[in-house]
């Protein structure tokens, strides 16, 4: 279009002489500039009118690539440079990320394990391996100690549990829920840090019970477990969304267990599945719709590839 060629070539040429060479008129070109930018405006305040509607169901939680995931899904086709744009401009970006301390502990009394994941994090197959953490809660009235356990393969947490009191215990109880929702193989791979709950004997003796291989990071090494401490960092991020603290460890349960089953494991996209959220992804296992090649080099992500054409939802 000739319209379309003069803004495109402005910077270079004079609008008048263009005008003459491509016979239009003056006034023409600025009536279309004109409805143009008043269409692309109206485009661009629906458009950002659909990204606080994304933003306001998930709690503000959402970056732009996740955000122009989800309008995408949705038939949108839109690029991340203008969502991201758009978002900045009416204040709809994604909370602040905010710094954590670590909280379990290793005692030196306690026997540990060899690191027998050795940072191979991309895993081809579900109940393969399963990772752990614990960490701690803010609230008004005191620490809310939360424990999880997630399957590597998805990223679904498979189990967890709450406690106002940091012991075994805790991390028992998020093991039950694990075992007994999934039912999983002989020789699973069980890995998690040093602390001294998961060297414990009360929880050595339940892995053998269920027949699971105990890993554990080296000493003072964080990144052995980085799957773990990134989802609870995250979850810290996307709940407490710049509060200090929860008002209630009653109001941080609640919250706790929405974020967790509701829309971590049924919600929230990962653009390490594809952005499918971990049960389609493992729905898309199950019936066979994924073909996962898994990868030999640590770091990277296996080759995921969907082959099926209807909704995994």
């Known amino acids: 279009m000739k319209y379309r060629f003069m803004v495109q070539q402005r910077g270079a040429h004079g609008v008048g002489k263009m005008a003459e060479v491509?016979?239009?008129?003056?006034?023409?070109?600025?009536?279309?500039?004109?409805?143009?930018?008043?269409?692309?405006?109206?485009?661009?305040?629906?458009?950002?009118?659909?990204?606080?509607?994304?933003?306001?169901?998930?709690?503000?939680?959402?970056?732009?690539?996740?955000?122009?995931?989800?309008?995408?899904?949705?038939?949108?086709?839109?690029?991340?440079?203008?969502?991201?744009?758009?978002?900045?401009?009416?204040?709809?970006?994604?909370?602040?990320?905010?710094?954590?301390?670590?909280?379990?502990?290793?005692?030196?009394?306690?026997?540990?394990?060899?690191?027998?994941?050795?940072?191979?994090?991309?895993?081809?197959?579900?109940?393969?391996?399963?990772?752990?953490?614990?960490?701690?809660?803010?609230?008004?009235?005191?620490?809310?100690?939360?424990?999880?356990?997630?399957?590597?393969?998805?990223?679904?947490?498979?189990?967890?549990?709450?406690?106002?009191?940091?012991?075994?215990?805790?991390?028992?109880?998020?093991?039950?829920?694990a075992v007994l929702s999934r039912r999983p193989p002989k020789e699973l791979l069980f890995h998690s840090d040093r602390g001294s709950q998961y060297a414990s004997q009360a929880f050595r003796e339940a892995l053998q019970r269920a027949g699971m291989r105990q890993s554990m990071s080296r000493k003072g090494d964080c990144w052995d477990n980085s799957p773990s401490e990134a989802w609870f960092k995250t979850l810290k991020t996307e709940l407490l969304q710049g509060r200090k603290a929860f008002a209630s460890r009653h109001s941080a349960q609640a919250e706790i267990f929405e974020y967790i089953e509701v829309f971590y494991n049924r919600q929230r996209l990962h653009s390490s599945l594809g952005n499918l959220t971990p049960v389609e992804f493992e729905q898309a296992v199950a019936r066979g719709c994924l073909d996962i090649i898994e990868s030999e080099n640590v770091g990277l992500r296996p080759t995921t590839q969907v082959v099926c054409e209807e909704s995994t939802a």
């Open 22 to 177: 491509l016979g239009v008129s003056r006034s023409g070109y600025h009536a279309w500039r004109h409805r143009s930018e008043a269409a692309r405006a109206a485009a661009n305040r629906e458009l950002t009118e659909e990204i606080r509607v994304i933003q306001k169901a998930v709690k503000h939680r959402y970056g732009s690539p996740r955000v122009t995931a989800v309008l995408r899904r949705g038939g949108r086709r839109v690029g991340h440079n203008r969502v991201a744009r758009l978002m900045r401009a009416g204040g709809l970006e994604a909370r602040p990320k905010r710094r954590f301390r670590v909280t379990t502990k290793a005692l030196a009394s306690l026997p540990g394990a060899e690191n027998l994941l050795s940072r191979n994090f991309e895993v081809a197959k579900l109940n393969k391996v399963w990772v752990s953490d614990i960490t701690y809660i803010p609230t008004a009235e005191g620490w809310l100690y939360v424990a999880m356990v997630m399957d590597l393969c998805s990223r679904r947490i498979v189990g967890w549990a709450m406690s106002t009191w940091l012991g075994t215990q805790l991390l028992l109880r998020a093991f039950a829920m």
